[in-house]
């Protein structure tokens, strides 16, 4: 959590990592709960199933998240991983 605050809001701002899992929407609620404005970060990487993107918005949307970012990333520069589609592991 990085603690600068917004220009529009008085309250400090933290990014969060947000898969749409339990873990990633704990630490969501905590940075809510402690006062900051969280910007929630998700990664598209090719994944098999699109319903943890899904899940990651509705996360963000239930809790009220003015600024979701998903960022596209290329796993094949880390020599690929096992949680991509095989139509994209080529």
Known sequence: MDGERSPTSTAPRAVV???????STTVLAIAKSRGFE?????????????IELDSARRVAQAFGVRNHVVAEIDLRVFGGSAFRSASTTR
């Open 38 to 50: 969280p910007c929630a970060l998700s990664f598209r990487y090719g994944q098999r199933h699109a």
């Open 17 to 23: 990592l947000l898969s749409g899992g339990l873990d």
